[in-house]
């Protein structure tokens, strides 16, 4: 799995940055990662896809890069209902993918 | 609309098998590949394997393979998740998902599945 930090904070109105990290077979080489976002009991929501594109209907507080083998999204803006899980998702090649291992975001 | 219908939460004993599924609409089922992912209680999400309708091919995680069967109808637009032999451990939620090249950008509602004695 990706590695993620377990958990983040932030007040209303700050920004958050997740890590993912990963290795030149996954995360640093392909430009498949994505991240989605999960509530509690519901199923997880796309919101960035190849590295940092971001679908229609994502606000765009949402935003994400990638430095060699480490993804980031920042949640910019925090609002309540950002609160959730986040997991970042990698191509690690012969039609295999790859989860992070979850970063519960917490707003204080 | 585009949507993936997962078939209802299961409650199954040790040993008993069962087969999920997971319907695709609103979209041309044989162009995009469908996977399945588990989440344990409380714990995060784990791919299982991935299948390619047009031509039925099929790859499994090392973890899941020999574990579940993948496969899909494409006449009723529908894949599917079978275990043959169900074990405790096995009580999690399956999310099946759509993906194409850019990966996985739609998921079903999640199925719940139970084993126990």
């Known amino acids: 799995a990706l590695t993620q930090p377990r958990s983040v904070s932030g007040s209303p109105g700050q920004s958050v940055t997740i890590s993912c990290t990963g290795t030149?077979?996954?995360?640093?080489?392909?430009?498949?990662v994505s991240w989605y976002q999960q509530h509690p009991g519901k199923a997880p929501r796309l919101i960035i896809h190849?590295?940092?594109r971001r679908p229609s209907g994502v606000p765009d507080r949402f935003s994400a890069s990638r430095s060699v083998n480490t993804a980031s999204l920042t949640i910019s803006g925090l609002q309540a209902e950002d609160e959730a899980d986040y997991y970042c998702c990698s191509y690690a090649g012969t039609y295999t993918w790859v989860f992070g291992t979850g970063t519960k975001v917490t707003v204080v | 609309e585009m949507q993936l219908v997962q078939s209802g939460a299961e409650v199954k004993k040790p040993g008993e098998s069962l087969k999920i599924s997971c319907k695709g609409s609103g979209y041309t089922f044989t162009n995009y590949w469908i996977g399945w992912v588990r989440q344990m209680p409380g714990k995060g999400l784990e791919w299982m394997g991935i299948i390619y309708p047009r031509d039925s091919d099929t790859r499994y995680s090392p973890s899941f393979q020999g574990q579940v069967t993948i496969s899909a109808d494409n006449s009723i637009t529908t894949a599917y998740l079978q275990w043959t032999s169900l074990k405790a451990s096995d009580t999690a939620m399956y999310f099946c998902?759509?993906?194409?090249?850019?990966?996985?950008?739609?998921w079903g509602q999640g199925a719940l599945v139970t084993v126990s004695s």
């Open positions: 030149s077979s996954d995360v640093g080489g392909y430009t498949f």
């Open positions: 190849d590295v940092d």
């Open positions: 998902v759509r993906g194409g090249v850019a990966g996985i950008d739609s």
